[in-house]
């Protein structure tokens, strides 16, 4: 005899179908790397899209998970990456790896659109990151 589906299960599969979706679970950009803007030395994917770092990190550990990935899409190392110069990666706590700039892990941001004008600098405890 055959179960209904609940509606908790069907809503569950699409927020997962989402999640799964979503900038956080997306594919690894690559290296970042250093651009020269009109807002000084910022780090940037290899699209040329602006990195933040949270307020909240310590060197070496994010904090910014769950809901905050959604806004804040780590950026990913891919698992052959490797560091280089001040550029590092760490093991999150969901198994993500995610590139460091100093120790200090880097995100992007969901409303930044590729190579434009960074938008999310001084937003819940994100920075624009620069390079000094």
Known sequence: MKQPVSLAVVALSALMLALTASPALAGYAGKPQVKQTDAGRILTDPDGTALYTYGYDTAGKSNCVNTCTLTWPPERAADNATASGRFGIIDRHDGLRQWTYDG???YGFKYDQKGG????????????????
């Open 117 to 132: 004008t960074p938008g999310g600098d001084e937003i819940n405890g994100f920075h624009l990151a620069t390079a000094d």
């Open 104 to 106: 200090m892990p880097l």
